[in-house]
């Protein structure tokens, strides 16, 4: 069976840099024969902007989100995934707030056990970070790395990033940096040695 990547893009630019840099990746996936397929997290709809801690998806045995939006679904499906990325520009030194609603409704994907060990359906699958900055990995883009790192390791998930700080081209010119889609080629090659 083919192995399937979840690229959670965050940008709310449609034209991004983000955007051009994690699809050179799904391009090289692709010629490894894993399929990448792209969430959209800004332009899900959505009943509520985030997780509203109804705990219904504690209270079921079944891992996923309640609340039935587009946000829901797409949370649910992550478990038919072999590994997600996360490809997000810093956004006020944090994820762009309609990332961070799609993130916070990942708590759907654990459970607590008695001794508080985490289970989620995740477990084992990598998680990798595509993230892009106008400013210095210093400057938040490290934060954001350890971010999404902290979850994976409670998950016991293999962790990977590739960050571009100084990243300030107008959108959709970073396609014009040689080294910069070499940088997002090599990770779509690391990705793939991570499912192979």
């Not at 709310?12 to 010629?31: D, I, Q």
């Not at 997290?41 to 509203?52: I, N, S, T």
Request: net charge positive; proline share 6%.
């Amino acid at each position: 069976m083919a192995k399937k990547i979840a690229f959670i893009l965050g940008s709310p630019r449609k034209k991004s840099n983000t955007n051009v840099l994690a699809r050179e990746a799904m391009r090289v996936l692709a010629e490894a024969r894993i399929a990448a397929v792209e969430i959209d997290a800004p332009r899900l709809d959505f009943k509520h902007p985030g997780c509203v801690a109804c705990y219904k998806c504690q209270q079921s045995t079944a891992y996923g989100c309640h609340i039935k939006d587009g946000l829901g679904q797409a949370v649910s499906s992550l478990v038919d995934y072999d590994a997600i990325v996360l490809a997000t520009p810093l956004y006020w030194l944090s994820y762009p707030a309609q990332l961070k609603m799609f993130i916070d409704r990942m708590f759907s994907l654990l459970k607590f056990g008695e001794k508080h060990e985490f289970f989620s359906p995740l477990m084992g699958k990598p998680l990798a970070l595509l993230a892009t900055a106008a400013s210095g990995l210093e400057d938040n883009l490290d934060l954001l790395d350890t971010l999404w790192r902290t979850p994976t390791k409670k998950i016991e998930a293999p962790y990977l990033s590739c960050l571009f700080p100084f990243c300030q081209y107008p959108p959709g010119e970073v396609a014009k940096d040689a080294d910069a889609m070499s940088k997002a080629a090599a990770f779509g090659q690391q990705l793939a040695s991570l499912l192979t």
